[in-house]
């Protein structure tokens, strides 16, 4: 008997023990990352790197990738989340291809994408809609997750797959959207000359960025693993309809040609549909 009990003892402080440097590692992670952050910070305050369009798009991409690397792991409390390495490697993949096709294709572009979010609106309910936005981007990472650590919801392999593809084909709709609009800025706005774009994914839908995007982060949850994400996704598609009537009443009034596009064009995201 007390054989036993020194065993299970023993076994208890090497369990503790393990947690407590899972969480020093966890901190020291935290702590890297943080810096990195800040040095980059400071390194984005300098002019010949400012003034480097590659730089800040690489830069910006590595942000996002530990950003969402953070968001994805630490919740779920480990790194083994297969799920997670899949999805973020579609996504990057992606997203790298288009960033290098607008580095080589479209600088213009490029320069508009970079200039995004919250402060970068000029108007108060696009700032307002951006930080629900992020926000719902952020739950929509975290909430996977946390379904992985607790196992709330067991999404079949299949489903998973699914996610991922629709991940990649949002993406590549987007792609085709800046392919043909070189207008498309991050924010709302009309740009100097800026003039109506009605073919390609334009000729089908008015809002095709917002269609792809649409798709993308429907198919993150299930990408992620994960049902309880869909809740978080139900959650972000009215602010994403918020921001498409809000930027087309700007665009109704600033942009030249854009009601009579609308006349020719009749659905917003989904043809037939809406």
Same mark, same amino acid.
């Given at each position: 008997?007390?054989?036993?009990?020194?065993?299970?003892?023993?076994?208890?402080?090497?369990?503790?023990?393990?947690?407590?440097?899972?969480?020093?590692?966890?901190?020291?992670?935290?702590?890297?990352?943080?810096?990195?952050?800040? #040095?980059? %910070? =400071?390194? $984005?305050?300098?002019?010949?790197?400012?003034?480097?369009? +590659? !730089?800040? @798009?690489?830069?910006? &991409?590595?942000?996002?990738?530990?950003?969402?690397?953070?968001?994805?792991?630490?919740?779920?409390?480990?790194?083994?989340?297969?799920?997670?390495?899949?999805?973020?490697?579609?996504?990057?993949?992606?997203?790298?291809?288009?960033?290098?096709?607008?580095?080589?294709?479209?600088?213009?572009?490029?320069?508009?994408?970079?200039?995004?979010?919250?402060?970068?609106?000029?108007?108060?309910?696009?700032?307002?809609?951006?930080?629900?936005?992020?926000?719902?981007?952020?739950?929509?990472?975290?909430?996977?997750?946390?379904?992985?650590?607790?196992?709330?919801?067991?999404?079949?392999?299949?489903?998973?797959?699914?996610?991922?593809? #629709?991940? %990649? =084909?949002? $993406?590549?709709?987007?792609?085709?959207?800046?392919?043909? +609009? !070189?207008? @498309?800025?991050?924010? &709302?706005?009309?740009?100097?000359?800026?003039?109506?774009?009605?073919?390609?994914?334009?000729?089908?839908?008015?809002?095709?960025?917002?269609?792809?995007?649409?798709?993308?982060?429907?198919?993150?949850?299930?990408?992620?693993?994960?049902?309880?994400?869909?809740?978080?996704?139900?959650?972000?598609?009215?602010?994403?309809?918020?921001?498409?009537?809000?930027?087309?009443?700007?665009?109704?009034?600033?942009?030249?040609?854009?009601?009579?596009?609308?006349?020719?064009?009749?659905?917003?995201?989904?043809?037939?549909?809406?």
């Amino acid at each position: 008997m007390p054989t036993v009990v020194v065993a299970v003892l023993a076994s208890a402080v090497n369990a503790f023990l393990r947690m407590l440097d899972f969480i020093h590692y966890k901190q020291v992670l935290i702590d890297t990352v943080l810096e990195r952050f800040r #040095l980059a %910070a =400071l390194l $984005l305050r300098e002019p010949n790197v400012t003034n480097n369009l +590659n !730089t800040k @798009a690489w830069l910006g &991409i590595g942000f996002l990738a530990i950003a969402m690397g953070l968001l994805l792991f630490l919740p779920a409390g480990t790194a083994q989340y297969w799920q997670a390495w899949v999805f973020l490697a579609v996504f990057f993949g992606a997203s790298l291809l288009i960033t290098v096709y607008l580095m080589k294709k479209d600088t213009a572009l490029l320069k508009r994408r970079l200039s995004g979010g919250p402060t970068a609106e000029k108007e108060k309910t696009p700032k307002i809609i951006m930080v629900f936005t992020t926000v719902g981007f952020i739950a929509l990472l975290v909430v996977p997750a946390l379904d992985y650590r607790f196992m709330w919801s067991r999404v079949p392999l299949y489903m998973i797959i699914a996610g991922d593809l #629709l991940t %990649a =084909l949002g $993406l590549y709709i987007v792609f085709l959207a800046y392919k043909e +609009n !070189t207008f @498309a800025s991050a924010t &709302i706005e009309v740009a100097r000359n800026q003039k109506v774009i009605s073919t390609g994914p334009y000729a089908i839908v008015r809002h095709p960025m917002y269609a792809g995007g649409s798709l993308y982060l429907f198919g993150m949850p299930l990408a992620l693993g994960s049902f309880w994400g869909l809740l978080v996704l139900a959650a972000i598609i009215p602010i994403l309809i918020w921001r498409l009537f809000d930027e087309e009443r700007f665009l109704f009034k600033n942009l030249s040609g854009y009601k009579e596009y609308c006349v020719k064009v009749r659905w917003r995201l989904i043809p037939k549909v809406f």
